[in-house]
C-alpha cells in the first residue's frame, strides 16, 4: 500500500496570505489529522476528520480549518498567515482513530515571510 | 485539557547502555499511551504503545511501564545501538475522543559509540 502523501513538500508564503495543504490517506483508514511541528512547541494537534466530519479540533485559532472529501482525502487551510505560523505540518492516517498507529506523511514545510 | 509533560529534553548515553524517558499526564480520563520515533529529517513513526488496561508492555529491547494512579509512563531502551538516536516522542488521548494525541515536549537521544 502507498504511504501516507502530503503536497506540497515545501511552501513559501507572505505574511497575510492564505494556504491550503493536502493529504492522501492510506487506502482504507478513514481517520486523518493534522498536527503542527515546531522546534519550541513540538507536535501539536489541529484537528481530526473522519467520515467526512470533524471530530476533534485543537487549540488553534479559527484561521486553521480544513475538510475531508469522500475518498478520505483531506485539506487544512490556513488564512491570513503570521509568521509564527512557519511550521512542519504533518498529517496522519488510521483506520478509525482511538487507539490506533498513526501513519504519518512526510508533512508539509510551511515557511511565512 | 489534556497536558503531556516529558523529561529529560535530552538523554546522552553509551552505546550498550540502557535510556529511560518518563512522562507525565494530566487527563485521567487519557487511557492510550504511544511512543513515536522521530529520527533526523524523518516522520514520526509509533514503536510501541500501552493500554490502560496493563502496566506494562515489551518488545525485544523496548518497554513502556504505565502507572496510571500517579498518571505517568515510561519508555526504556536496553542495549541501546547508534541508530536508536533519535527525537522520541510520548502522548496521550483517551480513546473515546476519536484520535486527539496530546504529545509530550520531546526527548533527543544520543547514542555515543
Known amino acids: 500500500k502507498a504511504g501516507v502523501t502530503q503536497t506540497p513538500r515545501y511552501l513559501i508564503k507572505t505574511r497575510g496570505q492564505q494556504v491550503t495543504l493536502s493529504c492522501s490517506p492510506i487506502?482504507?483508514?478513514?481517520?486523518v489529522s493534522w498536527y503542527q511541528q515546531t522546534p519550541g512547541q513540538g507536535l501539536q494537534f489541529l484537528f481530526e476528520?473522519?467520515?467526512?466530519?470533524?471530530?476533534n479540533k485543537g487549540n488553534f485559532p479559527g484561521r486553521f480549518s480544513g475538510r475531508q472529501f469522500s475518498n478520505s482525502r483531506s485539506e487544512m487551510n490556513v488564512s491570513t498567515l503570521e509568521l509564527g505560523d512557519s511550521a512542519l505540518y504533518l498529517c496522519?492516517?488510521?483506520?478509525?482513530?482511538?487507539?490506533?498507529?498513526?501513519?504519518f506523511g512526510s508533512g508539509t514545510q510551511l515557511s511565512v515571510l | 485539557g489534556e497536558n503531556v509533560e516529558q523529561h529529560p529534553s535530552t538523554l546522552s548515553v553509551q552505546e550498550g547502555d540502557s535510556a529511560v524517558i518518563k512522562c507525565t499526564y494530566s487527563?485521567?480520563?487519557?487511557?492510550?499511551f504511544p511512543w513515536y520515533k522521530q529520527e533526523l529529517g524523518k516522520r514520526p513513526q509509533l514503536i510501541i504503545d500501552?493500554?490502560?488496561?496493563?502496566g506494562e508492555k515489551k518488545d525485544q529491547r523496548i518497554a513502556v511501564t504505565l502507572n496510571k494512579t500517579a498518571k505517568h509512563f515510561s519508555l526504556h531502551i536496553t542495549e541501546t545501538q547508534p541508530e536508536d538516536s533519535a527525537v522520541y516522542f510520548c502522548?496521550?488521548?483517551?480513546?473515546?475522543?476519536?484520535?486527539?494525541?496530546?504529545f509530550g515536549g520531546g526527548t533527543r537521544v544520543l547514542v555515543k559509540p
Open positions: 487527563d485521567s480520563a487519557s487511557n492510550y
Open positions: 476528520y473522519f467520515s467526512e466530519t470533524q471530530r
Open positions: 500501552i493500554r490502560s488496561n496493563v
Open positions: 502522548a496521550a488521548t483517551p480513546t473515546a475522543a476519536g484520535n486527539k494525541l496530546t
Open positions: 487506502s482504507g483508514h478513514r481517520s
Open positions: 496522519a492516517s488510521s483506520p478509525y482513530g482511538g487507539d490506533e498507529k498513526l501513519f
